[in-house]
């Protein structure tokens, strides 16, 4: 819920700002929002409770490889949910390396 209603924040960020890497959009109390826009405005959102901004945009680059190689499989819908187990395992590794 408080990722959800930090998106028009983003919105807001976006006009603003030629990065890819948002960090810190929105806090509330002692959660930060960090979001990553990818071409296309697909937006990976990440809310957490500490500061390591290296390793939030790092997880976030890793993300974004596994995102491009499930994206370009001609029998993935781009607008639906991706149930790929090979996606799934590899965020998991991402979030346990960087965050």
Same mark, same amino acid.
């Given at each position: 819920?408080?990722?959800?209603?930090? =998106?028009?924040?983003?919105?807001?960020?976006?006009?603003? $700002?030629?990065?890819?890497?948002?960090?810190?959009?929105? +806090?509330?109390?002692?959660?930060?929002? $960090?979001?990553?826009?990818?071409?296309?405005?697909?937006?990976? !959102? =990440?809310?957490?409770?500490?500061?390591?901004?290296?390793?939030?945009?790092?997880?976030?680059?890793?993300?974004?490889?596994?995102?491009?190689? !499930? $994206? =370009?499989?001609?029998?993935?819908? =781009?607008?639906?949910?991706?149930?790929?187990?090979?996606?799934?395992?590899?965020? +998991?590794?991402?979030?346990?390396?960087?965050?």
């Amino acid at each position: 819920m408080i990722a959800h209603s930090a =998106l028009d924040t983003i919105e807001d960020a976006l006009i603003t $700002s030629p990065y890819l890497y948002l960090k810190s959009i929105d +806090r509330i109390q002692e959660y930060t929002t $960090s979001c990553f826009v990818l071409p296309g405005n697909v937006k990976m !959102v =990440l809310l957490h409770e500490h500061k390591h901004e290296d390793g939030i945009k790092n997880f976030f680059l890793d993300v974004w490889e596994a995102y491009l190689k !499930v $994206s =370009l499989n001609p029998f993935q819908d =781009l607008n639906a949910p991706i149930e790929n187990a090979a996606f799934d395992a590899r965020v +998991r590794a991402a979030a346990k390396k960087f965050l």
